[in-house]
């Protein structure tokens, strides 16, 4: 793979924030991905809430799996820290990395093959320990780079590419979070920047475990069965001596929905998505109601997005284990070995 470097000069008027940063201190490589992926105005999104708070990149850690989602840490903060784990083992490196250093603000990015299938098991303890994080799933209901198999997270009765229909039910993120005790539980749709942003915001100053969902359309299996000019058409007419793929550009989706509405929106494939954003005077406070509302509409086919769930008293994984103050990667050796005394006393306490 090539990655073509962005160009370290910038016009000297653009925009600064409080810290004398633009957007480019905030941006990294150019993005891979295909055009009009929604991945990609996630990305944006995360630059922009991280230029309007003002955050110095290299406070920042961003942590990823594996897929499509986990390749987009590598187009925002380049001066911040990263580390691209294993396919699903993401929350487990972040536990990690913020426990010995607690100072750092954490970005978990993922896909909903990656926490929702290989990951679920990971995602749900780091969840229900209540870590210090923004978890962002990139949610497109398809492994995109294995040629678009539904994901655990592909509503049941959805179609494929090819035409097949999903006869499993859909695994919703936002309601296990909800369910395993996050203490921020947020929807968004990748294409309305106006409502993303503000939740980034409020998910990166939140203390504890902050989730958010982010229904993003995947738009590289979009043709249609019976299209003579369709991947699948050319492929099963053609004796090919290897095997090609072309990935058609397509332009971002973008909307403007006032609050209380529902927005019909159509993807790249021809289906519709019916997004409910919420009320202006909706309770976020109420854990119980929010799962409620979460089925009552899921079972209109709504997909419900904003503020699902805070708490603005949360504490996180370093309260409930009552480790020190200092990050534990500055503690020296005559902090972490008391001596012999110390030992013995904790060996009789045993006895």
Do not use: W
Request: proline share 3%.
């Amino acid at each position: 793979m090539t990655y073509i470097a962005k160009p370290k000069f910038h016009h000297p008027g653009l925009p600064k924030n409080e810290l004398g940063y633009t957007h480019r201190d905030y941006e990294g490589k150019i993005s891979t991905l295909c055009a009009g992926c929604g991945h990609d105005s996630i990305t944006a999104a995360i630059i922009e809430a991280c230029f309007q708070l003002s955050i110095e990149p290299h406070r920042v850690a961003k942590i990823s799996g594996i897929g499509c989602s986990s390749k987009t840490p590598d187009y925002f903060l380049g001066n911040s820290h990263g580390f691209n784990s294993v396919h699903g083992r993401m929350p487990s490196v972040l536990t990690g990395a913020n426990l010995a250093n607690r100072d750092l603000i954490y970005l978990g990015v993922s896909g909903d093959g990656d926490s929702a299938s290989i990951g679920f098991g990971q995602f749900a303890h780091s969840i229900r320990r209540g870590v210090n994080m923004t978890y962002i799933v990139e949610n497109n209901g398809v492994y995109g780079l294995t040629k678009g198999q539904f994901s655990a997270t592909a509503d049941r009765g959805s179609k494929s590419k090819r035409g097949v229909v999903n006869s499993d039910n859909a695994i919703d993120l936002a309601a296990m979070a909800l369910q395993l005790g996050a203490s921020f539980v947020a929807r968004s749709f990748s294409g309305d920047k106006t409502q993303l942003v503000p939740i980034v915001e409020a998910a990166i100053r939140h203390k504890g475990a902050a989730f958010i969902d982010v229904i993003s359309p995947c738009v590289a299996f979009n043709n249609h069965a019976g299209s003579t000019k369709s991947f699948d058409y050319v492929r099963e007419h053609n004796e090919a001596v290897n095997r090609l793929d072309i990935i058609t550009g397509r332009a971002p989706i973008h909307i403007e929905q006032a609050p209380g509405t529902v927005q019909m929106v159509e993807q790249h494939d021809g289906t519709r998505l019916a997004l409910r954003k919420l009320d202006a005077d909706y309770d976020a406070h109420d854990r119980l109601a929010a799962m409620a509302f979460l089925q009552k509409h899921a079972a209109k086919g709504q997909v419900v997005t904003g503020l699902l769930y805070v708490d603005p008293e949360a504490d996180d994984l370093h309260s409930h284990l009552n480790t020190v103050d200092a990050a534990l990667n500055t503690l020296e050796a005559k902090d972490l070995c008391p001596g012999q005394s110390a030992l013995d006393k904790i060996n009789a306490a045993l006895r």
